[in-house]
């Protein structure tokens, strides 16, 4: 099992910035990527950010340059630092720990807006 705890989420104003902490713990060792979803209201989740153990980093095209996702494998931790955020960033953001044997496990989101 991995529990994931995420955190950082608030009210921000448009051009803003924040940053989100996912903090892992359990089976550490079992975790090949780690990864931000959204899910804004009447919408799917959907993938923001991923980085693999290898620090191969993938991003939604509606995020790049603007959101870069960083991970600290010694603390079992993964950051999403959010820049020049717009009132379309609002959602609930979601961590996904991608496991070697092919599942995955959620935490329970951060709610994250953006006023215009």
């Known amino acids: 099992q991995v529990q994931l705890v995420e955190s950082g989420g608030g009210l921000v104003q448009a051009g803003g910035s924040l940053r989100l902490s996912c903090a892992a713990s359990g089976r550490i060792s079992s975790i090949n990527a780690l990864g931000w979803y959204r899910q804004a209201a009447g919408n799917q989740r959907e993938l923001v950010a991923r980085?693999?153990?290898?620090?191969?980093?993938n991003y939604a095209d509606s995020v790049k340059g603007r959101f870069t996702i960083s991970r600290d494998n010694a603390d079992n931790m993964v950051y999403l630092q959010m820049n020049s955020l717009k009132p379309e960033d609002t959602a609930v953001y979601y961590c996904?720990?991608?496991?070697?044997?092919?599942?995955?496990?959620w935490g329970k989101g951060t709610l994250v807006t953006v006023s215009s």
């Open positions: 996904r720990a991608d496991t070697w044997a092919g599942g995955n496990y």
């Open positions: 980085i693999t153990t290898l620090s191969t980093t």
